[in-house]
């Protein structure tokens, strides 16, 4: 019952923040089209208030850090930044988050530092191409979320429902308003909660890894491809696209199956992983098979919807 009456709490209060944020942005920012960045506070409210208490003082400190520079991000949102700014403060969140909760004295500790500095620089940048007018990139959250649930210490549990509980939330408002995005400030607060999810994974266990990846293997090979593509055509980066296979979807058929291929390709790598867990197939013979479906599955797709254009 009182985890019910939480939870209930939490689905008032999180509806409220949404309406509330929908109208102040609009009366602010009439000349925006887009409700835009409005996940950025109330994630890291919500993940704040879950870290409170002396355990969790570099968490804390962390996400502190980060509210500060999602503010300052929250600019390209409502007048732009050039794209140096926002590149630096993406390499930045990574760093910062490596520098906090990542060993010091390690030998390899500089090339990591930069190595998840590049790596936020992706992660946020992938993100933000999957967030749309439709259900895609909450169902894309939703996933990511509950396949780290599982492997996630059970002190911080809370957390992953709460946030699926305010992704879902969202979702009622990204699709039925069709305006209401995350915008770049709400998928680098994002990108930064999933770098802290990717170090803690890394620092306790190899296969929860492996688990972190499998929901964003899909989105990380469809936006490898669609860059590589998009160069190949001579197109300028910078600019929307309508390449990406959830979008694809969208503009040939109706209804919600572009959510499927995130679902189908994650259920499938699962079923790889278990057999891997269970020793049936070794670690290389995983990552080989992994791949070989992901990039049959990923092309067959694409080369089929490529057509319609």
């Known amino acids: 019952m009182n985890s019910l009456v939480y939870f209930s709490f939490f689905f008032v ?19 925006i089209n887009y409700v835009k960045g409005s ?5 890291v409210i919500i993940i704040q208030y879950f870290f409170l208490n002396n355990d969790y003082i570099r968490e804390i400190n962390y996400f502190n850090i980060i509210l500060i520079l999602s503010l300052i991000y929250f600019i390209d949102d409502i007048i732009g930044l050039n794209i140096i700014s926002r590149i630096i403060l993406q390499f930045l969140s990574g760093i ?3 520098y906090i909760f990542l060993d010091q004295l390690d030998n390899f500790f500089i090339y990591k530092l930069f190595l998840l500095g590049i790596w936020s620089i992706y992660l946020t940048n ?11 990139f909450a169902f894309l959250l939703i ?63 190899f296969n929860n890894i492996i688990i972190y990846f499998i929901p964003l293997c899909l989105p990380f090979v469809d936006v490898i491809f669609v860059i590589l593509y998009r160069i190949y055509k001579k197109e300028d980066l910078t600019t929307r696209n309508h390449y990406h296979l ?64």
């Open 96 to 98: 910062i988050c490596a």
């Open 39 to 43: 996940g950025l506070i109330f994630i």
């Open 143 to 205: 996933i990511i979320l509950i396949f780290n649930y599982f492997i996630a210490n059970n002190s911080i549990s809370n957390i992953f429902i709460i946030l699926i509980l305010s992704f879902i939330i969202f979702s009622f408002y990204n699709h039925f308003f069709k305006k209401y995005y995350f915008g770049d400030s709400g998928c680098f607060v994002i990108a930064a909660f999933l770098n802290y999810l990717l170090i803690t994974n890394a620092t306790t266990d």
């Open 246 to 309: 959830y979008q694809r979807i969208c503009e040939n058929y109706s209804g919600y199956l572009y959510l499927l291929p995130t679902l189908f390709s994650s259920l499938i790598l699962f079923c790889i992983y278990i057999m891997y867990s269970f020793n049936y197939i070794g670690l290389v013979l995983y990552f080989v098979i992994s791949l070989f479906f992901l990039i049959i599955f990923y092309f067959y797709l694409f080369s089929k919807l490529l057509k319609g254009k």
């Open 126 to 136: 992938s993100l933000n191409f999957y967030d749309g007018k439709n259900l895609n």
């Open 13 to 31: 209060i999180l509806n409220l923040y949404f309406f509330i944020y929908n109208f102040a942005f609009k009366k602010l920012f009439p000349n």
